[in-house]
């Protein structure tokens, strides 16, 4: 279990936070490439780290991502005008670039000489009215903004201070358009429920089990058949790895090995649908996150994603149907003959779960286990990088060269270490693709 004081430093992310201070020196993804489908496209409302922002895609293609409010009076940008390489607030007609400097201010046009007055209130004199000059005021206005880039289908922001690192050089990220898959769904509850639900490779033979039958395939058999894994993790430059070794039979052990990279990246061996999957689990504020989907293919193009893995999502939005406003469709016949929650679809199952322990859980009343070791780790690693940067260090993981590994499975002797049969496996770099038995 944690203290209060750990269960409030892993799970608060805003500004002025220790955690989210750390989280402000990586690349956040922080929206789909697609939902800024062209130039002087629709604004968007964005909510990072409990931040309220707005994106914009300018004439020339570029995307800003600015404070949601007119420095002028402070009227929302989503209703702007996104024209002319800016976007242009409606009320009074200020405009903002991608870096959120104002370019433009039409009702305070320079060089206009005003009249100003008033009385004293302490002397009760009155003050004589004196002719002032308006300066260029644009020239000294500028919004927050965050420079962003693009890559892999995804529009990546750098909140921090200084100078940001080298984007993101994971796997997904770098492929083809036609070897990646990338899709993401809100989900309701504190960024760290989601993401330790992920690095947990003990659930997934109870959660997401079927009754009925496995369709014949071998890596669900495997895993079915040794439902209380050993469980090792063991520290990277960028994460961590996590390994969870299952009895196949007298001469071999079953490894499904998931990779954990720094800040909030997970990648696992398929188990249902083709191609690597991953996720990314960012804070919209502390309450909820984004679930980032990712498949992805080294080899070559992606076969079609399993429909209905990463949930079906109600037309117009983010939000999965199955969600709490519907107890996620449970069906409670299905759960007695075919399914081992009767929710429906791996998303939702596992939306379900970690929603049901509250929008932040307290973990101060749960009860650790082995098989827990890597959802000790991701803690351990995340402190680690918040009171690095409380130091004046940087957090582990910004150099891409330690974001280029691949999650595997696969069969081993039962006297050959993971660490040996499985290291070309788990570089993503290399020509080997072992990622299922």
């Not at 690095?199 to 209380?228: K, M, N, T, W, Y």
């Not at 293919?297 to 999965?320: N, Q």
Request: proline share 7%; glycine share 8%.
């Amino acid at each position: 279990m944690l203290t209060p004081e750990d269960n409030e430093l892993l799970t608060r992310t805003g500004a002025g936070t220790p955690l989210g201070a750390a989280l402000r020196r990586y690349w956040v993804p922080a929206l789909l490439a697609e939902e800024l489908p062209g130039p002087d496209c629709n604004p968007l409302r964005v909510r990072l780290l409990s931040e309220d922002l707005v994106a914009f895609r300018d004439s020339n293609g570029r995307v800003g991502l600015v404070d949601a409010h007119c420095a002028h009076r402070g009227a929302s940008l989503f209703f702007g005008r996104n024209e002319e390489s800016g976007i242009r607030c409606v009320y009074h007609g200020w405009k903002y670039d991608v870096d959120g400097r104002c370019v433009d201010m039409p009702n305070e046009a320079a060089g206009r000489r005003t009249q100003s007055g008033g009385r004293d209130s302490d002397q009760s004199t009155t003050v004589e009215a004196q002719d002032t000059v308006t300066s260029n005021l644009k020239d000294k206005i500028a919004l927050k903004a965050y420079p962003c880039r693009e890559r892999g289908g995804i529009v990546w922001a750098y909140m921090g201070p200084g100078s940001a690192p080298a984007l993101p050089d994971l796997e997904w990220a770098t492929l083809p358009e036609a070897q990646r898959c990338v899709s993401k769904r809100l989900q309701e509850c504190n960024y760290l429920q989601a993401l330790e639900g992920a690095v947990d490779l003990s659930h997934i033979v109870f959660l997401h089990r079927s009754l009925d039958s496995e369709q014949g395939r071998d890596d669900l058999d495997l895993a079915r058949r040794d439902p209380s894994p050993k469980v090792e993790v063991l520290d990277t430059d960028g994460g961590l790895v996590v390994a969870a070794r299952r009895n196949a039979d007298r001469e071999r052990y079953y490894w499904r090995i998931n990779q954990f990279i720094m800040p909030w990246y997970t990648m696992f061996p398929p188990l249902v649908d083709e191609g690597i999957g991953g996720h990314a689990f960012v804070p919209v504020d502390d309450e909820s996150c984004w679930v980032y989907n990712l498949t992805w293919d080294p080899t070559g193009p992606l076969a079609p994603v399993a429909e209905g893995i990463y949930g079906d999502l109600i037309p117009g939005t983010y939000r999965s149907r199955a969600n709490r406003d519907n107890d996620f469709l449970i069906d409670r016949r299905v759960q007695q003959t075919t399914s081992f929650t009767g929710i429906p679809g791996f998303a939702a199952q596992d939306c379900a779960v970690q929603e049901s322990m509250g929008t932040i859980c307290n973990r101060t009343q749960e009860h650790i286990g082995p098989s827990d070791l890597p959802i000790i780790g991701v803690r351990r690693r995340l402190k680690e990088a918040a009171e690095a940067v409380q130091t004046g260090g940087d957090p582990p993981g910004l150099d891409p060269m330690s974001q280029r590994v691949r999650p595997a499975a696969l069969l081993l002797p039962t006297d050959v270490p993971f660490q040996e049969g499985a290291k070309t496996a788990l570089i993503a770099d290399s020509d080997s693709y072992v990622v299922r038995v």
